[in-house]
């Protein structure tokens, strides 16, 4: 018995001997591969829905936990390709594992990746059509980092028209639709904020209606600066000539009235140049807010 029990332990250590030293040969066979190739270590999707016997959730929640633990070891260069793949896989094994979408996102967005965060979160749209974190993430990296207002406009729509009642999106979109040039949607987005908000006591709804206000005042400015450009350039083309005043643009019927600015001022107008002004200032100023 005890001779048994003595080859058993030897038995043990040898194969603990053996693995440790085939997985020191892995390690050192995998530093001499090129560098990109690393990032394809973690097997691919269809191999692993295989192994797993069925239980590719399981499988999906375990390569989720290592890649949180892991995702920094790669080197900046290649840390991105590693990361799509990653969570590619994941998702291929579970597509509604809306957390994977969300940090693959996260990760990505700190090599500034801005096209493989979009791929990511429209596989998660595909994947759920009730999903709308993902769009909601995708929007803000667009918007706020990539500055990338077309893609944050197509994100937060989406989000919104999954979760149309949180007024965190509905803020959110109503600034992105400001920053695409989409005036007219962003003014009416501001007045819907409003409209819903100015009865409510609660701290959030006043500073939704405070920055209303102050939207639908700048906005206004800008559709009628817009407009008022756009008439005198129709003008200008039909004529040959500017004309000398604004009120020429309502006789000619390329206006049905002359807008005056929220304070009730009329714009500025120079003849010789075309160029239309506004007299009263703008409420933002700032880097997302300066006109």
Not at 33 to 47: A, D, K, L, N, Q
Not at 124 to 136: G, Q, R, T, V, Y
Not at 157 to 166: G, K, L, N
Request: charged share 25%; net charge negative.
């Amino acid at each position: 018995m005890r001779i048994r029990t003595i080859i058993g332990l030897l038995a043990i250590v040898a194969l603990l001997c053996s693995a440790y030293s085939l997985h020191e040969g892995l390690v050192s066979l995998c530093a001499t591969y090129p560098t990109e190739f690393r990032s394809y270590y973690i097997p691919s999707s269809g191999f692993l829905k295989v192994a797993s016997l069925g239980q590719e959730n399981f499988w999906a929640d375990l390569v989720f936990i290592w890649s949180i633990q892991f995702f920094d070891r790669y080197a900046d260069e290649v840390r991105d390709t590693y990361l799509f793949h990653t969570y590619d896989v994941i998702t291929d094994l579970d597509p509604l594992f809306t957390e994977a979408y969300v940090f693959g996102n996260l990760f990505l967005s700190l090599d500034r990746r801005w096209d493989l965060i979009y791929e990511l979160t429209d596989k998660s749209l595909e994947a759920d059509p009730k999903i709308w974190m993902p769009a909601w993430d995708a929007s803000t990296y667009a918007f706020f980092q990539a500055h990338d207002y077309q893609s944050a406009k197509k994100y937060i729509d989406c989000a919104y028209e999954r979760a149309p009642d949180s007024r965190l999106i509905e803020r959110m979109r109503a600034d992105v639709y400001k920053y695409a040039g989409d005036y007219e949607k962003a003014l009416q987005s501001w007045q819907d904020i409003l409209n819903e908000n100015e009865a409510k006591e609660d701290s959030w709804s006043h500073f939704l209606v405070f920055t209303a206000r102050h939207n639908i005042f700048d906005l206004t400015i800008k559709v009628d600066l817009r407009n008022l450009t756009a008439a005198l350039d129709r003008y200008r083309k039909a004529k040959g000539s500017l004309p000398r005043n604004l009120e020429a643009l309502v006789k000619a019927g390329y206006l049905s009235s002359l807008p005056a600015d929220p304070e009730g001022k009329p714009y500025i107008y120079k003849s010789n140049t075309g160029e239309v002004a506004c007299q009263s200032p703008f409420k933002f100023k700032g880097r997302y807010g300066q006109w």
